[in-house]
């Protein structure tokens, strides 16, 4: 349990971080098209917040407009399409693992997972 409370301001701040780079990313797919409210996003939560519910708040709001990225992106034909694919699955492997080593504690997953404070070393 300690683990997890020493990390979790770490945890937020990389999750944070992912997501900022994935919408940078999904953002440069939009090729200057309809990525305005994506852009303000980015540049609102460019300032990271001392408090752990700010922080949070940034996240989320950087977790939906990556999911309205994503879907204009793969709503269309073509290798911006293919690309958001390739983004969006390397950021949600990159969750997945912050959210086993996170759960670990629990006992589940009861092997083979590294512990959060190694999993936000390595990802951030």
């Known amino acids: 349990m300690l683990d997890a ?26 090729a200057h098209e309809g990525a305005s409210d994506a852009r303000a996003a980015l540049d609102e939560t460019a300032a990271i917040p001392a408090d752990l519910g700010a922080l949070r708040t940034q996240t989320r709001r950087l977790k939906v407009m990556a999911e309205q990225l994503f879907r204009s992106l793969v709503g269309e034909d073509g290798p911006a399409a293919s690309a958001a694919h390739q983004l969006y699955t390397a950021a949600a492997r990159r969750q997945s693992e912050r959210e086993l080593a996170w759960c670990r504690m629990t006992g589940f997953p009861e ?6 404070t190694e999993v936000l070393e390595a990802q951030g």
């Open 5 to 30: 409370h020493e990390s979790e301001h770490r945890y937020e701040m990389v999750e944070l971080g992912d997501y900022r780079t994935l919408v940078a990313e999904l953002v440069e797919l939009r």
């Open 111 to 116: 092997n083979g997972t590294r512990s959060v």
